[in-house]
């Protein structure tokens, strides 16, 4: 096993006790095995990075994504969320096994440049014939190295029947059933080294029937496996609700058994008071996207009140076709930022920022075990921040620096103990390669 030294960082562990300092993280193999302040022990044949003027985070958590639109970007710029699926929903229809693999892989490569070593997928557009799309991804992310949690999504209520997507891209409720279950049989992986969790994920409330939604959970607690969908996005779908089902999105979630801490929904901007007790008191967690909501201008979430409530918030890039960028560390700025213009500067500390990226992610996706802070036994997913940069040097809280200024380079991300990215370049694939085969398959996709 191959050991790496990281010496001389500010580091900050996300332990139980919040340690921060000056010292090392060791990793051997895929553990960490020393994390402490001053100098490590010595290790025979190790490689130490130097790591004077970086901090050294949890590797980041992403739980809500949509690889595959990252060959659709650019599209329906000012559009209502409502709007923009319509504007859409055709194009995807025409996405294929190979466009998935082009899309998840450049997608991948940007979440691993800003810090990210886990990722949730949600993938839910199935057109009939388009091959293995789960198995697409699933590949890409095994060759970019990052741990991967893909959704199983699905769709069973197409125009035809009061949904917003064509019916091209919709399957039966039990075709749906099986190929889950199918899912889990061939990728699914409990075990606390795992690279590789699958989720059960039908899309959302206007996209799903209710017997899909119950029996999707049914099937999730029976194999052991999280649920996650859409929920409580934009104030449309509040009131679709109140017109197709007579209540409220999360009303509706309860109803067919969607709460829990097994679940975790994306969004979450309109939830009421009472809602956001419930939230807490059953540990449902909330995927919190700020970029994207921004960009479809859906609202912001409370996340302030969801964390005191004590439902766990993470971060989500969402969708690159409603949040261009895919940054996770550009989404830790934002969530902090947003919250302080809802609810003042004390709502979220730049600490508490950062416990979404890692710990509250990890809780989300139940890996709080393996990932999410700097400890000896937990898997060794870490980011190295390079703080010597003219935008970051001179300020003297770490945490600061990293949370309000500008996005950092990285020296370096391990995940599973492996080096993805050094000295800010990706070392599992070669970028303008990326570059190249994104840009003809979205010429071809988006034609």
Sequence with gaps: MSTIVIEGAYVATLDPSRREFVGHVVAEGNRLVAVGPGSAPAYDDARVVDGRGCLV?????????????????????????????????PVWARITEESVYVAARAALAQLARTGCTTVADHH??????????????????????????????????????????PDSVVEDCDEILAATEAAIDRWHDPSPDSMLQVVVAPCS?????????????????????????????????????????????????????WTGSDVWFAHG????????????????????????????????????????????????????????????????????????????PQSLTVRAALEM??????????????????EPGKQADLAVWDLTTLPHTGIPDPIAALTLST?????????????????????????????????????TLCR
């Design 57 to 89: 985070t949890p590797g980041f958590v992403n739980t809500h994504q949509h690889l595959y639109q990252w060959v659709t970007r650019g599209l329906a710029a000012d559009a209502t969320l409502f709007e923009w699926l319509t504007r859409l929903y």
């Design 124 to 165: 839910y557009v199935f057109p009939r014939g388009a091959g293995d799309l789960l198995g697409a991804e699933i590949a890409a992310a095994r060759e970019i190295g990052l741990r991967f949690h893909p959704a199983r999504g699905s769709m069973d209520r197409g125009q035809k029947d009061g949904g917003l997507p």
């Design 205 to 257: 409330p206007f996209s799903v029937s209710g017997e899909l939604m119950r029996e999707s959970a049914e099937l999730a607690r029976r194999r052991g496996v999280r649920l996650h969908t859409h929920l409580a996005e934009t104030t449309d779908e509040t009131e679709w609700c109140l017109k197709t089902y007579g209540c409220t999105p999360l009303e509706y979630a309860e109803r067919v058994g």
């Design 269 to 344: 901007i309109h939830f009421d008071d009472t809602e956001i007790k419930h939230l807490g008191s059953t540990g449902t967690g909330v995927a919190h996207c700020p970029s994207s909501n921004a960009r479809l201008g859906a609202g912001i979430a409370r996340t302030a009140d969801l964390r005191s409530a004590g439902a766990p918030v993470g971060l989500g890039v969402d969708g690159a076709a409603s949040n261009e960028s895919g940054s996770l560390v550009e989404e830790l700025r934002h969530a902090l930022l947003f919250a302080r213009a809802r609810g003042g």
């Design 357 to 374: 990226a890692t710990l509250d992610g990890a809780r989300i996706l139940g890996r709080s075990a393996d990932i999410g802070s700097l």
């Design 407 to 443: 996005p950092p380079p990285l020296r370096l991300l391990l995940v599973n103990g492996t080096p993805v990215v050094e000295h800010d370049v990706l070392q599992t694939a070669d970028e303008p390669t990326l570059t190249a085969a994104t840009a003809r398959t979205q010429a």
